[in-house]
T-cell receptor, first 116, second 113 residues
């Protein structure tokens, strides 16, 4: 059963705490992405990775960090520097551009992060 | 970017009606567009896409129209069903050579039985 798995579904963060959101894909996709979604708003890009061991900042990277040590995994850490972390976080992946498969993103089911 | 805060534009229709959801995109150089459907608490699901060298594309019960002159995209849903109730997002690809989508703020579709 191929797809993108995000965990946990719900996560609570205390003041000053770093938390890590998991994202795993078994679609053999090269590119992976993290988006943040606030209520009633569109998705904003946090970080993206085109290939293993490489990643770039998106539009709202401050207060977040990522790693891409394996093709299948792209964890997102929400650091204590992110002062307004409450949001719905979405991970996505896509095949290598130009493969002809299609360039659309495939999304996970999301993690709702809340501050205690 | 544009923000509508907590109040998404909402389209209310009756079951069986046709729905048209509109989207204005920002970059005349965008070459690829996608519509996604998002149900509450879930990730977005792909509906249909279109490249900038086309002005219309049809899927099952859905049609996307692209008007590059006015930078406008629309999603038409035929014979709307209660299961179509969701938030619909358009997205544009603003980077050539790499898929980096920019999403609109979304439209909520409410379908009454």
């Amino acid at each position: 059963d191929g797809g993108i798995t995000q965990s946990p579904k719900y996560l609570f963060r205390k003041e000053g705490q770093n938390v890590t959101l998991s994202c795993e894909q078994n679609l053999n996709h090269d590119a992976m992405y993290w988006y943040r979604q606030d209520p009633g708003q569109g998705l904003r890009l946090i970080y993206y990775s085109q290939i293993v061991n490489d990643f770039q900042k998106g539009d709202i990277a401050e207060g977040y960090s990522v790693s891409r040590e394996k093709k299948e995994s792209f964890p997102l850490t929400v650091t204590s520097a992110q002062k307004n972390p409450t949001a719905f976080y979405l991970c996505a992946s896509s095949p290598r551009p130009g493969t002809g498969i299609g360039e659309k993103l495939f999304f996970g089911s999301g993690t709702q992060l809340s501050v205690l | 970017g544009e923000s509508v805060g907590l109040h998404l534009p909402t389209l209310s229709v009756q079951e069986g009606d046709n729905s048209i959801i509109n989207c204005a995109y920002s970059n005349s150089a965008s070459d690829y567009f996608i519509w996604y459907k998002q149900e509450s608490g879930k990730g977005p699901q792909f509906i249909i896409d279109i490249r900038s060298n086309m002005d219309k594309r049809q899927g099952q019960r859905v049609t996307v129209l692209l008007n590059k002159t006015v930078k406008h995209l629309s999603l038409q849903i035929a014979a709307t069903q209660p299961g179509d109730s969701a938030v619909y997002f358009c997205a544009e690809n603003m980077d050539t050579g790499f898929q980096k989508l920019v999403f609109g703020t979304g439209t909520r579709l409410l379908v009454s039985p």
